[in-house]
C-alpha cells in the first residue's frame, strides 16, 4: 500500500474482477465523472480508476465511503442479492437483545446500509472500553445522561442531545449516572450481529468488527 493510494493492496484477488465494474457502473449511475467521483472519495482519480479496473483491492473503509458517494450500500457495490424488507419495525416485533451489558432493540431492516437500534446501557457497564473501528455513528440520548469521550474530549449528553462522528475517532460510552441511559443508535457497520455491535466486552478484549 502506498501513501497516495489509501486502501489498496498488492495483488489483486479473483473476486475485483467481479466488483470492478461494479464500482464503475453504480458511478456512472450516479452521474459522476471519474474526476468528481475521486475528488468525493478523497482519492486520486488514478486510484479510482484502477479500483474500476481490478488492479487494486478496495478496502472495507473505502468501499463504505464509495457507497455513500454512489448512494447505495456495500452490499450492492459487493454484487449481493438483497431481500426486500419490509420498511416499519412493529414495537412489538423488536425484541431485546443482551450482549456485553448492554440491551439492544433492533429498529430497522437488517441488510440496509446503515443499522439502527435501540439501547440501553447500564451504569459502569463498558465505560473503559475504547472502540476504534470504520465507518460512522450517530446517536441520540433519549433517558438518562451519557458520557461520551472522543479522542480526548469528554463530553455528557443529556435527553435530546445528539453525536455524529466518524467511528474512526477513539470514542467510548457510557451511562453518567447509575439509573443507565437509553439512546437510539445508527452507524455505518456492515450487518453484525448484536455480539459484535458492542465492540468490546468486560475484559476490553475485542469482537469481530473492532480494530485494534
Same mark, same amino acid.
Do not use: F, K, N, Y
Given at each position: 500500500m502506498s501513501p497516495a493510494e489509501p486502501g489498496a493492496a498488492d495483488? /489483486?484477488?479473483?473476486?475485483?474482477?467481479?466488483?470492478?465494474p461494479r464500482l464503475r457502473a453504480l458511478r456512472r449511475s450516479a452521474s459522476l465523472t471519474l474526476e468528481a467521483a475521486a475528488r468525493a472519495a478523497g482519492l486520486s482519480p488514478a486510484h479510482?480508476?484502477?479500483?474500476?479496473?481490478? !488492479?487494486? !483491492?478496495?478496502?472495507?473503509?473505502?468501499?463504505?465511503?464509495l457507497a455513500r458517494v454512489y448512494g447505495t450500500?456495500?452490499?450492492?457495490?459487493?454484487?449481493?442479492?438483497? /431481500?426486500?424488507?419490509?420498511?416499519?419495525?412493529?414495537?412489538?416485533?423488536?425484541?431485546?437483545?443482551p450482549a456485553g451489558g448492554w440491551t439492544y432493540w433492533q429498529a430497522g431492516s437488517a441488510g440496509r446500509g446503515m443499522q439502527a437500534l435501540r439501547v440501553r446501557v447500564p451504569y459502569g457497564s463498558q465505560g473503559d472500553i475504547v472502540r476504534v473501528h470504520p465507518g460512522e455513528e450517530w446517536l441520540y440520548v433519549l433517558q438518562g445522561r451519557l458520557s461520551l469521550r472522543l479522542g480526548d474530549t469528554a463530553h455528557v449528553l443529556a435527553p435530546g442531545d445528539s453525536a455524529h462522528f466518524d467511528s474512526l475517532t477513539p470514542h467510548r460510552i457510557a451511562a453518567a449516572e447509575r439509573g443507565g441511559a437509553e439512546l437510539l443508535f445508527v452507524h455505518t457497520l456492515l !450487518?453484525? /450481529?448484536?455480539a459484535a455491535l458492542c465492540l468490546g466486552t468486560a475484559t476490553g478484549h475485542p469482537t469481530p468488527g473492532e480494530t485494534s
Open positions: 495483488e /489483486p484477488s479473483a473476486e475485483l474482477h467481479a466488483v470492478a479510482l480508476s484502477r479500483l474500476e479496473t481490478g !488492479q487494486r !483491492q478496495p478496502s472495507l473503509p473505502m468501499l463504505l465511503t450500500t456495500v452490499s450492492e457495490l459487493l454484487g449481493e442479492a438483497v /431481500p426486500d424488507r419490509d420498511a416499519i419495525v412493529r414495537a412489538a416485533d423488536m425484541e431485546p437483545a !450487518q453484525s /450481529p448484536v
